[in-house]
């Protein structure tokens, strides 16, 4: 484990990384702030968005045998960390959640998959591999041959979700697993899977969430201009253009 601070990697050394709530165990580790002193096959980048391209620098140079997987919410995490390295990279979105409650212990909170796709010099087989990896640990994980529509409807879920619990105070703790909001944030997982079904069977044979292809064979220019005049010049040839129109 990388961490930040020295004081953390000393607990984490110390007394190991405790979980609790889902699941109840202790994890020996091997932390340190010098990622020289780390080395892995599998690199996780879990750290919030702003602090993405800090840790892309402290990283830079080391791990050149790992695979690099960012886990990070939204879009462009991938490009920001493929700017300092070469390595394989996968991405990732989670929902998985827990509480802090120090150094050394983690609350585990919400059980839902964390979905892994290839990105750059990766297959869907890395992929599923990591996910297969996950799994085996007790967790929950799905593999993607193309992550873009997931990542988008996570972003979306985050948006709206964080919003609603900035504005009430609604803390992220098991509101997010139990109960009419957990039910919620289990349906919305359900429905994001049952999406990408019905996209796997509208674009077979193609890579899932990538219809530009298809989308162009099928453009064509419409027969009218934006007001709706089927046959009119182009914009520029008309007699009004430049003018202002009410």
Not at 141 to 167: G, Y
Request: contains cysteine; glycine residues 10%; hydrophobic residues 40%.
């Amino acid at each position: 484990m990388l961490t930040r601070r020295d004081e953390h990697a000393e607990a984490l050394n110390e007394h190991g990384l405790q979980v609790s709530g889902r699941a109840q165990f202790t994890a020996a580790v091997t932390a340190s702030t010098d990622p020289a002193e780390l080395d892995a096959d599998l690199l996780i980048l879990a750290c919030k968005g702003n602090e993405l391209e800090p840790l892309a620098e402290r990283i830079e140079g080391h791990f050149a045998a790992a695979t690099v997987m960012t886990v990070q919410n939204g879009l462009g995490a991938e490009e920001i960390v493929g700017a300092h390295g070469d390595w394989p990279l996968l991405s990732a979105v989670t929902f998985m959640s827990g509480t802090r409650h120090g150094d050394t212990h983690v609350e585990y909170i919400l059980d839902t998959a964390t979905w892994i796709g290839p990105y750059r010099g990766t297959t869907p087989g890395d992929a599923h591999a990591v996910a297969d990896l996950i799994v085996s640990a007790g967790l929950k994980a799905e593999a993607f041959d193309d992550l873009r529509p997931a990542q988008w409807s996570k972003l979306i879920f985050n948006a709206t979700v964080n919003t609603v619990a900035a504005l009430t105070g609604l803390p992220h703790d098991f509101h997010f697993a139990e109960g009419l909001l957990g039910e919620l944030v289990h349906g919305l997982v359900e429905e994001g899977k049952a999406a990408r079904a019905r996209r796997r069977r509208r674009a077979p044979g193609g890579s899932v969430g990538d219809e530009r292809a298809r989308d162009a064979a099928r453009a064509c220019a419409p027969p009218f201009d934006a007001r709706g005049r089927r046959g009119a010049p182009a914009h520029g040839d008309r007699a009004d253009h430049r003018r202002t129109r009410a």
